[in-house]
């Protein structure tokens, strides 16, 4: 199954002009950034895909990029990870991580400057998924400020990359998670908690992807 996703990474690079090689289980891609897929059984016909990420950019910090998938098969469910990668990650990596990135409209760019240090932060697009056609989750528009200002003075200099999910059911139980280069970031986290979101009926997600680079 990993070499399925494999095929289908290489054609999105190669989509975009992008050279790669197959390494293994991992693909080797322009400016030393590696990619690897792994496929990880989450009961039936519903699986965890993660992109195991590295970069001489990333300056030593390894990157992992979880989606889940869903479908009528599990080659069908690897297939929906694959998607929302391409949706909310793909452009981010190629963006930050080589010098091939075009200027895609699905990132956006930020300038995060604290007290001491600063930072190019390049956002993915935020990828919703609800189970009504059209809801989603209201609020991060107003989030996102509060997570700037957070970072800018607390993180400490250099490369960081940060994953902001957050799940609800009817607005009830919720699953949240705020992880700056893999880890929970206490911060963020309490952040995400106070916050006055605004949900739908049924199930309903929102997951953002940034990484920060040293601004020059």
Do not use: K
Not at 30 to 53: C, K, S, T, W, Y
Not at 141 to 147: A, D
């Amino acid at each position: 199954m990993s070499e399925r996703l494999l095929d289908r990474l290489e054609a999105a690079f190669g989509a975009r002009g992008v050279d790669c090689e197959r390494d293994g289980a991992l693909l080797r891609i322009a400016d030393g950034l590696v990619v690897e897929p792994r496929v990880l059984p989450r009961g039936e016909n519903q699986v965890q895909v993660d992109f195991a990420i590295d970069a001489p950019r990333l300056a030593g910090i390894p990157l992992l990029d979880s989606h889940a998938g869903v479908g009528a098969t599990v080659d069908a469910a690897a297939d929906s990870a694959f998607e929302n990668f391409l949706r909310g990650s793909f452009d981010v990596v190629l963006e930050t991580l080589t010098g091939h990135g075009g200027g895609s409209d699905d990132v956006d760019w930020q300038d995060w400057r604290g007290a001491a240090h600063a930072w190019r932060v390049c956002a993915g697009p935020l990828l919703g998924v609800a189970t009504r056609g059209g809801a989603r989750i209201e609020g991060f528009p107003e989030f996102l400020p509060r997570l700037e200002e957070l970072f800018a003075g607390t993180m400490r200099a250099g490369t960081h990359w940060l994953r902001v999910f957050l799940g609800a059911v009817d607005g009830g139980h919720r699953i949240s998670e705020v992880l700056v280069d893999g880890a929970l970031w206490e911060e963020g986290q309490q952040a995400l908690e106070a916050h006055e979101w605004r949900y739908p009926e049924g199930y309903a997600s929102l997951r953002l992807l940034a990484i920060a680079l040293p601004a020059a």
